[in-house]
Structure formats: C-alpha cells, structure tokens
C-alpha cells in the first residue's frame, strides 16, 4: 500500500518560517506522480498549495503563497519539501502531501488519490 508521511508540522509565530517533509513508503517512488501540498483550515475547504508536475517537474503555487514558499524535492530520497516563510496566521491550517500518478500538475485536489495523513502548522501572531 502507497503511503505518504508529512512531517515537520508545529508552532511558528507571523512572520516566521517553517519546513515541511513529505515522505513515500517503502517501495514507492515519486518517478511517475505529480507530488502536491494541500492545506485545510478550520471551516474551510482543503486548498492546493503547491505542486511538481510530473512530467515536466516544473514547481506551480496557489496565488496565497507565492513570493513565500518553496517547494523542492530530492528524488533521491523519494521526499518533497515545503519551505514556508513570512508565515501568516491565514497559513493555520493541517498540510497534506498527495500523489496524481503521471498527473499534469494540478492543485484539483479531485485528481489526487494517495494521500499522507496531514501535519498541523499552528501560526501565532
């Protein structure tokens, strides 16, 4: 069974930064999957975040997070990172990694069938 682990959640005050880890299981690897960050909030739809194409590897983000996260990877390792700075409170929310095999690069969240059981950032002003 394909499993995703998040890791690196936790407290941050505004304006800080924090790095996410997205892991594969054993035995999976990322070489024909798009790899994307959602997040949900409190009362709140589960939102794309940032994503890495499959085919082209090419990195995209949600207009809320431009400018102030990046996201990379290390295939070697089978592992995506999500660096987050100038965190917000707005940035509250738990962040999910999810898997689109050979997927385009959306942040439909539709698209997405493997996905890791989230980790909690909690911003504070």
């Known amino acids: 069974e394909v499993q995703l682990v998040e890791s690196g959640g936790g407290s941050a005050q505004a304006g800080g930064s924090l790095t996410l880890s997205c892991a594969a299981s054993?035995?999976?690897?990322?070489?024909?999957?798009?790899i994307a960050w959602f997040r949900q909030a409190p009362g709140k739809e589960r939102e794309g975040v940032s994503v890495i194409g499959w085919s082209d590897r090419r990195t995209y983000y949600a207009d809320s997070v431009k400018g102030r996260f990046t996201m990379s990877s290390d295939w070697t390792k089978n592992t995506v990172y999500l660096h987050m700075n100038s965190l917000t409170r707005e940035d509250t929310a738990v962040y999910y990694c999810?898997?689109?095999?050979?997927?385009?690069?959306?942040?439909?969240?539709?698209?997405?069938?493997?996905w890791g059981q989230g980790t909690q950032v909690t911003v504070s002003s």
């Open positions: 999810a898997a689109d095999r050979q997927g385009p690069g959306s942040l439909r969240k539709y698209l997405y069938s493997v």
């Open positions: 054993s035995g999976f690897t990322f070489d024909n999957y798009a």
